[in-house]
């Protein structure tokens, strides 16, 4: 695996979601009001929805287009919508978000 610096903790905002892009890929990141910190991918499943654009409730972000309901730590959709997406393990040091690819 590949450890990759994407960010700084400091330019992340709690409970909103940040695009990063990461050569071809596209990640939403999420820093939660408790300072977790998490990566996902930035498509929702449904439509391709910008899942950094949407609104951040607990550990989970609904898709602005659609409103699907998506965990933040494990990337599934919430029932009754199906699906996933790809999730990346966050490590911070020295104030920087990394993430393992």
Same mark, same amino acid.
Not at 62 to 68: G, K, Q, S, V
Not at 88 to 101: A, D, P
């Given at each position: 695996?590949?450890?990759?610096?994407?960010?700084?903790?400091?330019?992340?905002?709690?409970?909103?979601?940040?695009? &990063?892009? &990461?050569?071809?890929?596209?990640?939403?990141?999420?820093?939660?009001?408790?300072?977790?910190?998490?990566?996902?991918?930035?498509?929702? $499943?449904?439509?391709?929805?910008?899942?950094?654009?949407?609104?951040?409730?607990g550990?989970?972000?609904?898709? $602005?287009?659609?409103?699907?309901?998506?965990?933040?730590?494990?990337?599934? &959709?919430?029932?009754p919508?199906?699906?996933? &997406?790809?999730t990346?393990?966050?490590?911070?040091?020295?104030?920087?978000?990394?993430?393992?690819?």
């Open positions: 695996m590949t450890r990759m610096e994407i960010g700084t903790v400091q330019r992340l905002s709690e409970r909103l979601g940040k695009c &990063v892009k &990461v050569g071809q890929m596209e990640l939403a990141l999420f820093r939660l009001s408790d300072g977790r910190i998490y990566a996902l991918e930035n498509r929702c $499943p449904h439509k391709g929805g910008d899942l950094s654009q949407g609104i951040v409730s550990e989970f972000v609904f898709c $602005p287009l659609h409103d699907w309901k998506i965990s933040i730590k494990d990337g599934k &959709v919430q029932a919508d199906h699906g996933c &997406v790809k990346y393990k966050v490590e911070i040091g020295n104030g920087k978000i990394y993430i393992q690819l």
